[in-house]
C-alpha cells in the first residue's frame, strides 16, 4: 500500500508560514502525482488544495490557495512539500497528502488517509 507521512504542521500566526512535508512510507514518490487535501472541521468534507504531478510541471492549486501556496518536489529527499504563506485562520485545518495512482493529477487516488498534520493560524 502506497501510505505517506505528512509533518510539518504548527501554530502559527495570521500571515505567518509554515512548510508541510510529504514523504513516502517505504517507496518512491518518483512515478506519481501528489496532492495535498486538507479538512478544516471534524466531519466537513476534505478539500483538495494543491497538486503537483511527478515530472513536476504544472502544479494546480484550489482558489484558496493561489498565490500563497507552493506545491514542489525533491526527488532526492522523496518529499513533496507545500510551502504555505500569509496564512490565513480559515486555513486552519488538518493537512493530508495523497498519492494519485499515475503521473499526473487526473489519476485516481490510492492508499488511505493518513494522520495528517495539524495547522492552526491564530493570534
Known amino acids: 500500500q502506497l501510505q505517506l507521512v505528512e509533518s510539518g504542521g504548527g501554530l502559527v500566526q495570521p500571515g505567518g508560514s509554515l512548510r508541510l512535508s510529504c514523504v513516502g512510507s517505504?517507496?518512491?514518490?518518483?512515478?506519481?502525482?501528489i496532492g495535498w487535501f486538507r479538512r478544516q472541521a471534524p466531519g466537513k468534507e476534505r478539500e483538495g488544495v494543491s497538486?503537483?504531478?511527478?515530472?513536476?510541471?504544472?502544479?494546480n492549486y484550489a482558489d484558496a490557495a493561489k498565490g500563497r501556496f507552493t506545491i514542489s518536489r525533491d526527488k532526492a529527499k522523496n518529499t513533496v512539500y507545500l510551502q504555505m504563506n500569509n496564512l490565513k485562520p480559515e486555513d486552519t485545518a488538518v493537512y493530508y497528502c495523497?498519492?494519485?495512482?499515475?503521473?499526473?493529477?487526473?489519476?485516481?487516488?490510492?492508499?488511505?488517509w493518513g494522520q495528517g498534520t495539524q495547522v492552526t493560524v491564530s493570534s
Open positions: 517505504g517507496f518512491s514518490l518518483e512515478n506519481y502525482a
Open positions: 497538486c503537483i504531478s511527478s515530472s513536476g510541471g504544472r502544479p
Open positions: 495523497r498519492v494519485h495512482l499515475g503521473t499526473t493529477c487526473f489519476h485516481e487516488l490510492t492508499g488511505s
